[in-house]
């Protein structure tokens, strides 16, 4: 089942297949479910629409394994066409737990990688960084207001140089050479942000590009961080920027923000503990299903 490239052109077919999938799960929308997030990652998943019936998206994890997005609520499938859509050894991916509530999951066999899940938080979590669990934060954030007079500005085309600046800050800091890590998808989603509707703002330090924080609407009231860079410098400067990001979405943007998904940690141990440590209020499990013979 080989496919055909992700293109542009094919942003408003399958986003109005996702749509539905996004509203019905409210709060618990997963951060693969939109194009823009399949678009900007193509490469890394070599994913590739399968167009038909039952169309889907086709490629491989961040652990390699060969993966199958439906782009369709699998509840509504006849199991043969599943697995026509999965020969093995693809998996159907990712399913949610709503999704395989509506499922008889004697028919699959199920597997589920932790590095999959989603991060998900409370806004108001970090607006006030509030008990222990975020005690190291708030420290961090108090460090950062202590000694900084940051400047920010809402995300526009005019402050892409800037935000350009502080990606290849961000690559030097962590000894990525050119291309590594998500240097290209973030370059790709600063070019077609208005496209793709990314949203966010931009912050100085000392009249330098400091940092950069991008959400997309996954719901109403949940947006999720696609991109968030900064200098290491500055101690404290990611508390600060979630913190304005939750602060002053709706004022700017016209939308409220209730929750955040910081997305997966592929299974990364840093990204993990960093992750882990803003205390998130759930993760959003991902199941990956392979049909059985009826």
Request: net charge positive.
């Amino acid at each position: 089942m080989t496919g055909e490239p992700l293109t542009l052109a094919l942003q408003a077919p399958i986003e109005a297949a996702l749509a539905p999938l996004r509203a019905a799960h409210g709060r618990e929308a997963l951060s693969e479910w939109t194009f823009s997030n399949l678009y900007l990652f193509r490469h890394v998943h070599a994913w590739r629409f399968v167009p038909g019936d039952w169309p889907a998206v086709v490629g491989r994890g961040y652990d390699g394994a060969p993966l199958v997005l439906p782009l369709f609520d699998i509840a509504r499938a006849p199991q043969a066409a599943l697995r026509t859509l999965s020969p093995p050894p693809a998996r159907l991916y990712p399913v949610s737990d709503r999704q395989a509530a509506a499922l008889d999951l004697r028919r699959f066999d199920v597997q589920a990688w932790d590095g999959d899940a989603d991060y998900v938080y409370d806004a108001q979590a970090f607006i006030d960084y509030a008990g222990r669990p975020l005690a190291s934060r708030r420290s961090q954030l108090r460090q950062f207001t202590a000694a900084c007079l940051p400047h920010s500005r809402p995300f526009g085309e005019d402050r892409v140089a800037d935000c350009r600046q502080v990606l290849a800050q961000w690559m030097a800091q962590k000894g990525r050479a050119g291309g590594e890590a998500d240097e290209s998808p973030c370059l790709e989603a600063l070019k077609h942000a208005r496209a793709f509707g990314l949203r966010g703002f931009v912050h100085w330090v000392d009249g330098k590009p400091a940092g950069f924080v991008l959400g997309q609407t996954l719901a109403p009231g949940v947006q999720a961080i696609r991109f968030a860079k900064g200098r290491d410098r500055h101690v404290g400067l990611y508390p600060f920027m979630f913190r304005h990001f939750c602060m002053n979405f709706e004022a700017q943007f016209g939308e409220p923000v209730r929750w955040l998904n910081f997305e997966q940690d592929m299974g990364l141990p840093g990204l993990r503990r960093s992750k882990r440590s803003y205390a998130p209020a759930a993760l959003l499990a991902k199941r990956r299903l392979a049909p059985l013979a009826d």
